[in-house]
């Protein structure tokens, strides 16, 4: 079964840091796109950046590049998504999700469980 | 960016009814459109991709159509379990992707 299982939720404060994490199993991690994709509470998805762990090559949506960093580490079969200093519009649900098939022409399936994010001081 | 608007809001239904939601594109995005199924504390699960085709394991009550700019899910009989948040999305656009807001399918 294609799986991706979800760092647990945070509570941070303003200014901190912060990687959250997404594990894959049963498929070949180093073959399929990695998406994050972000939900603020009630409200709708917003597609944040994909990366390639084969190669780490990583894409940003224009609305999030230089906000968040996507890495991954392929030994552990294992996306990030990380933050140097958040703020408290960043509280939100973060899921990861694959991108199914190897262009951009494609959809996410299957999703991460989610890990929820709350900045407050 | 393409913006991508879905209506009704809210739809009430009632069990066994049937559900249509539609989900509009600004410009085409050709058949690279996708929809998803959220349920509360849950995430998003794939239902059609393709604008029309079902994901593996999706009933054959939920049908997608259409293609350019205008797009239609369909749930034939609605079930218990179906009463959900829809959501549709574009990927026709690199690397602008984008989803409509929602179309809260609800218990009449």
């Known amino acids: 079964e294609v799986q991706l299982v979800q760092s647990g939720a945070e509570v941070k404060k303003p200014g901190e840091s912060l990687k959250i994490s997404c594990k894959g199993s049963?498929?070949?991690?180093?073959?399929?796109?990695i998406g994050w994709v972000r939900q603020m509470p009630g409200k709708g998805l917003e597609w944040m950046g994909i990366?390639?762990?084969?190669?780490?090559?990583?894409r940003y949506s224009p609305s999030f590049q230089g906000q968040v960093t996507i890495s991954a580490d392929k030994s552990i079969s294992t996306a990030y998504l990380q933050w140097s200093s958040l703020k408290a519009s960043d509280t939100a649900m973060y899921y990861c999700?694959?991108?199914?098939?190897?262009?951009?022409?494609?959809?996410?399936?299957?999703w991460g469980q989610g890990t929820l994010v709350t900045v407050s001081s | 960016e393409i913006v991508m608007t879905q209506s009704p809001a809210t739809l009430s239904v009632s069990p066994g009814e049937r559900a249509t939601l539609s989900c509009r594109a600004s410009?085409?995005?050709?058949?690279?459109l996708a929809w998803y199924q959220q349920k509360p504390g849950q995430a998003p699960r794939l239902l059609i991709y393709?604008?029309?085709t079902r994901a593996t394991g999706i009933p054959a009550r939920f049908s997608g159509s259409g293609s350019g700019t205008e797009f239609t899910l369909t749930i034939s009989s609605l079930q218990s379990e179906d009463f959900a948040v829809y959501y549709c999305?574009?990927?026709?656009?690199?690397?602008?992707?984008?989803f409509g807001q929602g179309t809260k399918v609800e218990i009449k």
């Open positions: 999700a694959r991108l199914d098939g190897d262009s951009f022409f494609n959809w996410f399936d299957p």
């Open positions: 049963g498929y070949s991690f180093t073959s399929y796109w």
């Open positions: 990366i390639y762990p084969g190669d780490s090559d990583t």
């Open positions: 410009q085409s995005v050709s058949s690279n």
């Open positions: 393709g604008a029309s």
């Open positions: 999305q574009q990927y026709n656009n690199w690397p602008r992707w984008t």
